[in-house]
Protein backbone atom coordinates (compact mmCIF):
# COMPACT_ATOMS: atom_id res chain seq x y z
CA UNK A 1 0.00 0.00 0.00
CA UNK A 2 1.20 3.65 -0.88
CA UNK A 3 1.23 6.31 1.89
CA UNK A 4 -0.71 9.52 1.00
CA UNK A 5 2.51 10.81 1.89
CA UNK A 6 4.79 9.16 -0.94
CA UNK A 7 1.89 9.92 -3.32
CA UNK A 8 2.31 13.68 -2.24
CA UNK A 9 6.43 13.26 -2.47
CA UNK A 10 6.30 11.47 -5.39
CA UNK A 11 3.90 13.57 -7.48
CA UNK A 12 5.67 16.79 -6.63
CA UNK A 13 9.05 15.20 -8.01
CA UNK A 14 7.24 14.52 -11.28
CA UNK A 15 6.09 17.77 -11.60
CA UNK A 16 9.78 19.54 -10.62
CA UNK A 17 11.77 16.71 -12.79
CA UNK A 18 10.44 17.47 -16.22
CA UNK A 19 11.39 21.53 -15.39
CA UNK A 20 14.44 20.55 -14.44
CA UNK A 21 15.15 18.61 -17.51
CA UNK A 22 14.13 21.53 -19.84
CA UNK A 23 15.97 24.85 -17.74
CA UNK A 24 18.42 23.73 -15.13
CA UNK A 25 19.92 20.35 -16.18
CA UNK A 26 21.01 19.22 -13.18
CA UNK A 27 20.36 15.43 -14.27
CA UNK A 28 17.28 15.53 -11.91
CA UNK A 29 15.03 14.51 -14.64
CA UNK A 30 17.18 11.63 -15.30
CA UNK A 31 15.66 7.82 -14.98
CA UNK A 32 18.36 6.82 -12.46
CA UNK A 33 17.68 10.03 -10.76
CA UNK A 34 13.86 9.77 -10.38
CA UNK A 35 14.54 5.63 -9.50
CA UNK A 36 17.26 6.84 -6.40
CA UNK A 37 14.79 9.55 -5.70
CA UNK A 38 11.21 7.19 -5.56
CA UNK A 39 13.60 4.20 -4.24
CA UNK A 40 14.10 6.74 -0.85
CA UNK A 41 10.97 7.59 -0.79
CA UNK A 42 9.35 4.17 -0.93
CA UNK A 43 12.29 2.56 1.36
CA UNK A 44 13.69 0.42 -0.73
CA UNK A 45 16.84 2.30 -2.85
CA UNK A 46 18.34 -1.41 -4.33
CA UNK A 47 15.32 -1.29 -6.63
CA UNK A 48 15.10 2.23 -7.05
CA UNK A 49 18.56 2.18 -8.59
CA UNK A 50 17.90 -1.23 -10.27
CA UNK A 51 14.66 0.15 -11.85
CA UNK A 52 16.18 3.71 -12.87
CA UNK A 53 19.42 2.27 -14.13
CA UNK A 54 17.39 0.31 -16.64
CA UNK A 55 15.58 2.53 -18.01
CA UNK A 56 18.43 5.00 -18.16
CA UNK A 57 20.05 2.37 -20.39
CA UNK A 58 17.66 1.92 -22.64
CA UNK A 59 17.21 5.90 -23.08
CA UNK A 60 20.74 6.60 -23.42
CA UNK A 61 20.98 6.95 -27.22
CA UNK A 62 17.29 8.83 -27.27
CA UNK A 63 17.25 12.33 -27.53
CA UNK A 64 14.52 15.92 -28.37
CA UNK A 65 15.58 17.12 -31.24
CA UNK A 66 13.87 20.24 -31.93
CA UNK A 67 10.47 19.54 -30.78
CA UNK A 68 10.47 15.59 -30.48
CA UNK A 69 8.96 13.86 -28.31
CA UNK A 70 10.30 10.46 -26.54
CA UNK A 71 9.39 8.38 -24.15
CA UNK A 72 9.11 9.33 -20.74
CA UNK A 73 11.08 6.92 -18.75
CA UNK A 74 11.48 9.11 -15.75
CA UNK A 75 8.26 8.80 -14.92
CA UNK A 76 7.91 5.33 -16.06
CA UNK A 77 10.41 5.12 -13.32
CA UNK A 78 8.65 6.48 -10.92
CA UNK A 79 5.90 4.18 -11.08
CA UNK A 80 7.61 1.28 -11.63
CA UNK A 81 9.56 1.28 -8.65
CA UNK A 82 6.77 2.47 -6.32
CA UNK A 83 4.48 -0.17 -7.40
CA UNK A 84 7.39 -2.90 -7.37
CA UNK A 85 8.29 -1.82 -4.05
CA UNK A 86 4.36 -1.61 -2.56
CA UNK A 87 3.20 -4.44 -4.05
CA UNK A 88 6.49 -6.63 -4.14
CA UNK A 89 6.89 -7.28 -7.77
CA UNK A 90 9.72 -8.40 -9.25
CA UNK A 91 12.16 -5.13 -10.22
CA UNK A 92 12.48 -7.04 -13.57
CA UNK A 93 9.30 -7.90 -14.08
CA UNK A 94 7.88 -4.44 -13.25
CA UNK A 95 10.52 -2.85 -15.79
CA UNK A 96 8.38 -4.37 -18.75
CA UNK A 97 4.91 -4.84 -17.37
CA UNK A 98 4.92 -1.23 -16.09
CA UNK A 99 7.31 1.18 -16.80
CA UNK A 100 8.18 0.64 -20.58
CA UNK A 101 3.95 0.99 -21.24
CA UNK A 102 3.83 3.58 -19.08
CA UNK A 103 6.98 5.48 -20.51
CA UNK A 104 5.59 5.26 -23.95
CA UNK A 105 1.83 5.89 -23.29
CA UNK A 106 3.06 9.24 -21.24
CA UNK A 107 4.55 10.52 -24.55
CA UNK A 108 1.20 11.94 -25.53
CA UNK A 109 0.94 14.07 -22.32
CA UNK A 110 4.39 15.12 -23.84
CA UNK A 111 3.03 16.53 -26.58
CA UNK A 112 0.05 17.92 -24.54
CA UNK A 113 2.43 19.66 -22.31
CA UNK A 114 4.31 20.79 -25.65
CA UNK A 115 1.34 22.48 -27.22
CA UNK A 116 -0.45 24.01 -24.12
CA UNK A 117 2.79 26.07 -23.73
CA UNK A 118 2.30 27.65 -26.83
CA UNK A 119 -0.65 29.63 -25.29
CA UNK A 120 1.73 31.71 -23.23
CA UNK A 121 4.16 31.82 -25.93
CA UNK A 122 1.81 33.63 -28.00
CA UNK A 123 1.86 36.18 -24.47
CA UNK A 124 5.10 36.93 -24.12
CA UNK A 125 5.29 37.86 -27.99
CA UNK A 126 2.99 40.39 -27.25
CA UNK A 127 4.59 41.72 -24.86
CA UNK A 128 7.45 42.19 -26.39
CA UNK A 129 5.80 44.20 -28.87
CA UNK A 130 4.65 46.29 -26.05
CA UNK A 131 8.03 46.31 -24.07
CA UNK A 132 6.04 44.67 -21.13
CA UNK A 133 9.38 42.93 -19.19
CA UNK A 134 6.54 42.15 -16.08
CA UNK A 135 4.50 40.46 -18.60
CA UNK A 136 6.90 38.34 -20.25
CA UNK A 137 8.27 37.09 -16.84
CA UNK A 138 5.14 36.51 -15.77
CA UNK A 139 4.19 34.56 -18.79
CA UNK A 140 7.72 32.98 -18.81
CA UNK A 141 7.15 31.27 -15.54
CA UNK A 142 3.36 30.35 -16.28
CA UNK A 143 4.34 28.61 -18.96
CA UNK A 144 6.30 26.00 -16.47
CA UNK A 145 2.81 24.99 -15.33
CA UNK A 146 1.66 22.82 -17.99
CA UNK A 147 5.16 21.18 -18.34
CA UNK A 148 4.82 20.53 -14.22
CA UNK A 149 1.05 19.24 -14.58
CA UNK A 150 2.15 16.63 -17.72
CA UNK A 151 4.03 14.43 -15.70
CA UNK A 152 2.25 15.19 -11.91
CA UNK A 153 -1.65 14.69 -12.97
CA UNK A 154 -0.85 11.27 -14.36
CA UNK A 155 1.70 9.82 -11.76
CA UNK A 156 -0.63 11.28 -9.26
CA UNK A 157 -4.07 9.79 -10.44
CA UNK A 158 -1.65 6.17 -11.11
CA UNK A 159 -0.51 6.15 -7.98
CA UNK A 160 -3.76 6.62 -6.42
CA UNK A 161 -5.91 4.29 -8.20
CA UNK A 162 -3.72 2.38 -10.11
CA UNK A 163 -2.63 0.24 -7.53
CA UNK A 164 -5.39 -2.72 -8.31
CA UNK A 165 -5.19 -2.61 -12.02
CA UNK A 166 -1.53 -3.38 -11.61
CA UNK A 167 -2.31 -5.84 -9.16
CA UNK A 168 -4.23 -7.51 -11.62
CA UNK A 169 -1.93 -7.35 -14.38
CA UNK A 170 0.64 -8.77 -12.01
CA UNK A 171 -1.27 -11.21 -11.31
CA UNK A 172 -2.89 -12.64 -14.81
CA UNK A 173 1.23 -12.30 -15.78
CA UNK A 174 1.79 -14.64 -12.67
CA UNK A 175 -0.71 -17.01 -13.41
CA UNK A 176 1.37 -17.62 -17.30
CA UNK A 177 4.83 -18.38 -15.78
CA UNK A 178 5.91 -18.07 -19.62
CA UNK A 179 4.89 -14.64 -20.26
CA UNK A 180 6.56 -13.97 -16.84
CA UNK A 181 9.69 -15.83 -18.10
CA UNK A 182 9.42 -13.77 -21.59
CA UNK A 183 9.07 -9.94 -20.51
CA UNK A 184 11.72 -10.52 -17.45
CA UNK A 185 14.43 -11.67 -20.20
CA UNK A 186 12.98 -8.73 -22.78
CA UNK A 187 13.70 -6.52 -19.59
CA UNK A 188 17.11 -7.62 -19.36
CA UNK A 189 17.84 -6.55 -23.18
CA UNK A 190 16.66 -3.23 -22.96
CA UNK A 191 19.76 -1.79 -21.56
CA UNK A 192 21.66 -3.51 -24.04
CA UNK A 193 19.12 -2.09 -26.94
CA UNK A 194 20.10 1.19 -25.31
CA UNK A 195 23.82 1.05 -26.01
CA UNK A 196 22.25 -0.28 -29.56
CA UNK A 197 21.09 2.97 -30.49
CA UNK A 198 23.51 4.66 -28.60
CA UNK A 199 26.46 3.26 -30.52
CA UNK A 200 24.64 4.00 -33.47
CA UNK A 201 24.35 7.93 -33.58
CA UNK A 202 28.32 8.06 -31.85
CA UNK A 203 30.95 8.88 -34.54
CA UNK A 204 32.02 5.00 -33.71
CA UNK A 205 34.12 4.33 -37.36
CA UNK A 206 36.43 7.68 -36.09
CA UNK A 207 36.83 6.27 -32.66
CA UNK A 208 36.70 2.51 -32.76
CA UNK A 209 39.81 2.05 -31.08
CA UNK A 210 38.82 3.86 -27.95
CA UNK A 211 35.96 1.48 -28.34
CA UNK A 212 37.80 -1.60 -28.14
CA UNK A 213 40.65 -0.79 -25.74
CA UNK A 214 37.30 0.10 -23.40
CA UNK A 215 35.61 -2.81 -24.06
CA UNK A 216 39.02 -5.06 -23.32
CA UNK A 217 40.03 -3.15 -20.26
CA UNK A 218 36.54 -3.73 -18.75
CA UNK A 219 36.73 -7.16 -19.84
CA UNK A 220 40.43 -7.54 -18.08
CA UNK A 221 39.41 -5.69 -15.12
CA UNK A 222 36.22 -7.38 -14.32
CA UNK A 223 38.24 -10.64 -14.12
CA UNK A 224 40.88 -9.50 -12.19
CA UNK A 225 39.20 -7.94 -9.66
CA UNK A 226 36.17 -10.75 -9.73
CA UNK A 227 38.98 -12.78 -8.57
CA UNK A 228 39.97 -10.19 -5.78
CA UNK A 229 36.20 -9.76 -4.87
CA UNK A 230 36.37 -13.22 -4.69
CA UNK A 231 39.60 -13.54 -2.27
CA UNK A 232 38.16 -10.54 0.24
CA UNK A 233 34.43 -12.47 0.31
CA UNK A 234 36.50 -15.74 1.53
CA UNK A 235 38.73 -13.29 3.76
CA UNK A 236 35.98 -11.80 5.03
CA UNK A 237 34.16 -14.94 5.72
CA UNK A 238 36.94 -16.03 8.11
CA UNK A 239 36.67 -12.92 10.05
CA UNK A 240 33.23 -13.39 10.37
CA UNK A 241 33.52 -15.82 12.87
CA UNK A 242 36.00 -13.80 14.72
CA UNK A 243 34.29 -11.09 17.47
CA UNK A 244 33.27 -8.05 16.64
CA UNK A 245 35.97 -6.09 17.91
CA UNK A 246 38.77 -8.35 16.50
CA UNK A 247 37.26 -7.85 13.18
CA UNK A 248 36.72 -4.35 13.38
CA UNK A 249 40.67 -3.85 14.31
CA UNK A 250 41.80 -5.45 11.45
CA UNK A 251 39.82 -3.73 9.28
CA UNK A 252 39.72 -6.15 6.37
CA UNK A 253 35.92 -6.44 5.81
CA UNK A 254 34.68 -5.04 2.62
CA UNK A 255 37.92 -3.75 1.09
CA UNK A 256 37.20 -5.04 -2.06
CA UNK A 257 34.26 -4.40 -3.03
CA UNK A 258 33.57 -2.09 -6.09
CA UNK A 259 37.01 -2.32 -7.42
CA UNK A 260 36.04 -2.57 -10.77
CA UNK A 261 33.89 0.45 -11.23
CA UNK A 262 36.72 2.27 -9.45
CA UNK A 263 39.26 1.07 -11.48
CA UNK A 264 37.16 1.76 -14.83
CA UNK A 265 36.17 5.22 -13.48
CA UNK A 266 39.50 5.85 -13.54
CA UNK A 267 41.18 4.90 -16.46
CA UNK A 268 37.17 6.98 -17.49
CA UNK A 269 38.97 10.13 -15.97
CA UNK A 270 41.64 9.57 -18.01
CA UNK A 271 40.98 9.17 -21.01
CA UNK A 272 38.51 12.77 -20.52
CA UNK A 273 41.74 14.58 -19.59
CA UNK A 274 43.57 12.96 -22.44
CA UNK A 275 40.42 14.05 -24.92
CA UNK A 276 40.27 17.47 -23.74
CA UNK A 277 43.40 18.42 -23.91
CA UNK A 278 43.82 16.75 -27.49
CA UNK A 279 40.53 19.09 -28.93
CA UNK A 280 42.01 22.33 -27.13
CA UNK A 281 44.71 22.21 -28.77
CA UNK A 282 42.93 21.19 -32.12
CA UNK A 283 40.74 23.96 -31.38
CA UNK A 284 43.72 26.03 -31.69
CA UNK A 285 45.07 25.58 -34.96
CA UNK A 286 42.22 24.03 -36.59
CA UNK A 287 40.42 25.95 -39.62
CA UNK A 288 36.58 26.64 -39.29
CA UNK A 289 34.56 23.60 -40.32
CA UNK A 290 31.69 26.07 -40.93
CA UNK A 291 30.18 26.91 -44.38
CA UNK A 292 29.56 30.45 -45.42
CA UNK A 293 25.87 29.17 -44.40
CA UNK A 294 26.83 28.55 -41.28
CA UNK A 295 25.92 24.65 -41.50
CA UNK A 296 29.00 22.40 -40.52
CA UNK A 297 29.72 20.10 -43.07
CA UNK A 298 32.41 17.66 -41.08
CA UNK A 299 29.88 14.71 -40.67
CA UNK A 300 29.99 12.99 -37.66
CA UNK A 301 30.92 9.26 -39.25
Not at 50 to 61: D, F, N, P, R, T
Not at 273 to 281: P, R, T
Not at 293 to 300: A, L, R, T, V
Request: glycine share 10%; hydrophobic share 50%; proline share 3%.
Amino acid sequence: MIQWWQILLLTLYSAYQICDELTIVSSAGSPVFAGFITGLVMGDLTTGLYVGGSLQLLVLGVGTFGGASRIDATSGAVLATAFSVAQGIDAELAVTTIAVPVAALLTYFDVLGRMTTTFFAHRVDAAIERFDYKAIERNYLLGAVPWALSRALPVLFALAFGGAFVQSVVDLVKEYQWIADGLTLAGRMLPGLGFAILLRYLPVKRNLHYLAMGFGLTAMLTVLYSNITGLGGAVAGILGTLPDDVAQKIGFVNNFKGLSMIGISIIGIFLAVLHFKNSQKVAVVAPSTESESGEIEDDEF
